[in-house]
């Protein structure tokens, strides 16, 4: 099976590998286009800023290329942010997969510390990528904006309030957490991925 992770300049290609290997994976990581066409899987990780990020995928053409794959892909945090129509950081447009928006918390207590940052339950869980899951989980989580439930939803948290905490449409699912940050359950996630 050939795993491709895009190349481009997101801040955690080296974790998602790292975690890709220890379930013995070998990833490339990629941003040739023909390499990542001819995966059986893709992996779209991300942390950084939404405008700056679209900007550099726009420039390189890789915005049309993550659309038009049609083996699974997998957003993560930032990357699934960036599959939804629009997000509020940087008032930019994303690739539009999602017909979602992406929105900043607000923190309303003082308790609610924003970036959300830590680990959360996931609960409401269902697609295959949960494949397993009886109860709800823990994950980890580094975000300062969210996408609310939606159509698309396939797991939820709550933190200031309920947010998908994953998406699916068609061969593309996404999380807002990290799974590779998130011990067992995020390899779990990982391999139901693999499987799919």
Known sequence: M????????????????????????EAVITADKAVLRAADKVVFPGVGEAETTMNHLRTNGMDKLIKELRQPVLGICLGMQLMCRHSEEGDVDGLGIFNADVKRFV?????DKIPHMGWNA??????????????EEFVYFVHSFYVPINDYTIAVTDYTLP???????????????HPEKS???GERILQNFLNL
């Open 183 to 185: 011990g067992s359950i």
């Open 107 to 111: 923190s309303c207590r003082r308790e």
């Open 122 to 135: 996931i609960m409401q869980t269902k697609s295959d990528l949960f494949k397993g899951f009886t109860k």
């Open 2 to 25: 050939k795993i491709a992770v895009i190349k481009y300049n997101a801040g955690n290609i080296r974790s998602v590998d790292y975690a890709l290997k220890r379930l013995g994976v």
């Open 163 to 177: 947010f998908s905490a994953a998406l699916h449409k068609d061969n593309y699912y996404a999380t807002q957490f």
